[in-house]
């Protein structure tokens, strides 16, 4: 069983939809949960970090944690083409904050 | 400005060949990481430091090599036992405030 995964994708919503991108892990003691946006050819930029259980906000973008089910997602509201990238998710394990582990990324491709 | 910064953006390399990329961050970050990215693949971690004069390997550090003399520099060494060095190779630094990991813009090398 992979740590961290996330479907590849793509992932196609219409220009102004709501995307609603998925991760589980399986270290039931990971702390921390991130995700990053990652363009073409880029590296990645971090976009939310969530520590605790329940959503966080920060302008179009909700992270949602929920710890008993090891489930984090990202919902991106009024998605831009723009928005179209490979959307990273990474969670740092039990008792390692050092040492975080990355999903495979999803694919989103927004349609205009 | 405060930041990671990679160099050279691109290097190519003949077979048999060492080469080293370059990793630098004025964050005042303790932890730096080097992850290697193959097209259409995820991160997978090849060194990290903690500390400085220190360092751990990742899940693939066979073929390359750190130091970390300086909390400010992490140059990675791809060397000639590396057997497919072709790719993405991205540095990272991490706040131990907030835990979130932070890249650098990255280096693609390419053997030719």
């Known amino acids: 069983q992979k740590e961290v995964e996330q479907n590849s994708g793509p992932l196609s919503v219409p220009e102004g939809a709501i995307a609603s991108l998925n991760c589980t892990y399986s270290?039931?003691?990971?702390?921390?949960f991130f995700w990053y946006r990652q363009y073409s050819g880029k590296s990645p930029e971090l976009i939310m970090s969530?520590?605790?259980?329940g959503d966080k906000e920060d302008g179009r973008f909700t992270a949602q944690l929920n710890k008993a089910s090891q489930y984090v997602s990202l919902l991106i509201r009024d998605s831009q083409p723009s928005d179209s990238a490979t959307y990273l998710c990474?969670?740092?394990?039990?008792?390692?904050?050092?040492?975080?582990?990355f999903g495979t990324g999803t694919k989103l491709q927004v349609i205009p | 400005d405060g930041g990671i910064t990679q160099s050279p953006k691109y290097l190519f390399r003949k077979e048999g060949q060492n080469v080293t990329l370059s990793c630098e961050q004025n964050?005042?970050?303790?932890?730096m990481y080097w992850y290697r990215q193959d097209p259409g693949q995820g991160l997978r971690l090849i060194y990290y430091?903690?500390?400085?004069?220190?360092?751990q390997k990742g899940d693939i550090a066979e073929g390359y090599s750190v130091s970390r003399e300086k909390k400010e520099s992490f140059p990675l060494t791809v060397t000639s036992a590396q057997k497919n060095p072709t790719a993405f190779y991205l540095c990272?630094?991490?706040?131990?405030?907030?835990?979130?990991?932070?890249f650098g813009p990255g280096t693609r090398l390419t053997v030719l």
């Open positions: 964050l005042n970050h303790d932890a």
């Open positions: 990474a969670v740092t394990p039990t008792g390692g904050y050092q040492k975080v582990t």
């Open positions: 430091s903690q500390i400085v004069n220190d360092f």
């Open positions: 969530i520590y605790s259980n």
């Open positions: 990272a630094s991490l706040s131990g405030r907030s835990y979130e990991q932070f």
């Open positions: 270290d039931r003691g990971s702390q921390s």
